[in-house]
């Protein structure tokens, strides 16, 4: 079991530094670490990732980063679509649903490298430039009252929040995933807050729409608690341990590993179902 844990620790120590990549690692880690199919992956690694992501997302709460209205928003329509992924889960050939999850997870690998670069560019742009001026950028649809310190809610903003949760949701289901790949691009994407904000608010959707998953596959008897149980204490450990690195090492070049990493487990995961 001490491999188990070992693979625990390092989805909680990636999710807790990147806010989006341990959940979509777990799956791959227990297929190739554990040995166990995507089927039987899927549950436990939702189990780990609810567990630290919560830990994580109590953390933000205490520091004030988590926007829990959005967070609720997200999550509510995140679990309405979390059955269906599951139940799509469990009547799907282990070889279609491994290639599957691969080209999502070599998608995923793609986008993070993708925004990694950008920021690191704009980072020395904005550097080496001397006080000109740069091209506006199209303001989001959900936008921080600063003076409030809550976003201002509007038709577009509740309605781009919960299209990226049902998403969040359906793919949570059907690979075993937090959905947290998907958050925070959609927080960048749609709302103006700072990193540390997105990120614990992308921690609390991914600890609820994560219960949601491991409450199903529970009642259907689909979770291997042997494997479960050490494996999310590893992973617990590892956000406690993430979490405090977080702001020492999270970056753009730690983003390109995470992206770089999750490419290679893409291509490996692609090689095995064939």
């Not at 903003?157 to 925070?184: E, H, I, P, Q």
């Not at 290679?264 to 064939?274: E, Q, S």
Request: overall charge positive.
């Amino acid at each position: 079991m001490m491999v188990v844990s070992l693979l625990g620790f390092t989805v909680g120590i990636i999710l807790a530094l990147t806010g989006a990549g341990g959940g979509i690692l777990a799956v791959p880690l227990l297929v190739f670490g554990a040995g166990l199919n995507m089927a039987q992956a899927g549950p436990i690694g939702l189990l780990a990732v609810a567990l630290a992501a919560a830990l994580g997302a109590v953390m933000g709460l205490k520091q004030g980063t988590v926007r829990y209205k959005a967070a609720l928003l997200i999550a509510g329509a995140g679990i309405l679509c979390s059955p269906l992924g599951l139940w799509l889960a469990q009547r799907t050939p282990n070889r279609p649903l491994s290639m599957v999850f691969a080209v999502v997870l070599l998608y995923v690998a793609w986008r993070v490298y993708q925004r990694a670069t950008a920021t690191a560019s704009s980072a020395n742009a904005a550097n080496s430039s001397s006080g000109t001026g740069s091209t506006p950028q199209a303001a989001p649809p959900c936008r921080l009252d600063i003076q409030r310190g809550k976003l201002n809610w509007t038709a577009p903003c509740a309605r781009a929040l919960a299209m990226s949760g049902l998403l969040a949701g359906g793919l949570s289901g059907l690979l075993g995933v937090g959905g947290g790949f998907v958050m925070v691009p959609a927080l960048q994407r749609y709302t103006d807050l700072n990193t540390q904000s997105i990120l614990s608010t992308s921690l609390a959707v991914i600890a609820l729409v994560s219960f949601s998953g491991v409450a199903a596959s529970a009642a259907t008897g689909h979770l291997l608690w042997a494997i479960a149980v050490p494996f999310s204490a590893g992973a617990l450990v590892g956000m406690t341990s993430g979490r405090l690195l977080a702001a020492r090492l999270a970056g753009p070049v730690l983003q390109q590993a995470f992206a770089l990493v999750s490419a290679g487990v893409a291509v490996a995961l692609f090689i095995r179902a064939l």
